[in-house]
Nanobody, 120 residues
């Protein structure tokens, strides 16, 4: 089992910045990849960015490339999302996801979500 707790959401004006944090606990050693997803009202949940827990490989949605940066701190079992040049269309609930691997197969875990609201 992995538990995820997000923080750092809030209200910001367009062009501003926010930094989201996600701290994992539980079966940390089983986590292979972590990521941020978001869901706007009336829309499906979509990928924002992912990062492997080993190495530096990252993946970003086209809509956030050049504006958002995902990073991790394995010592703190944390992953971060630095969001710059925010736009109103970035408004959504942001969820942290941990992708794990174990003898029983891959299992994904989700955090509770944190609201990000960008005003125009």
């Amino acid at each position: 089992q992995v538990q995820l707790v997000e923080s750092g959401g809030g209200l910001v004006q367009a062009g501003g910045s926010l930094r989201l944090s996600c701290v994992a606990s539980g079966s940390i050693s089983s986590i292979r990849r972590m990521g941020w997803y978001r869901q706007a009202p009336g829309k499906q949940r979509e990928l924002v960015a992912t990062i492997f827990t080993s190495g530096e490989m990252t993946n970003y949605a086209d809509s956030v490339k050049g504006r958002f940066t995902i990073s991790r701190d394995n010592a703190k079992s944390a992953v971060y999302l630095q969001m710059n040049s925010l736009k109103p269309e970035d408004t959504a609930v942001y969820y942290c996801k941990a992708m794990t691997s174990s003898w029983s197969g891959p299992i994904d875990y989700w955090g509770q979500g944190t609201q990000v609201t960008v005003s125009s």
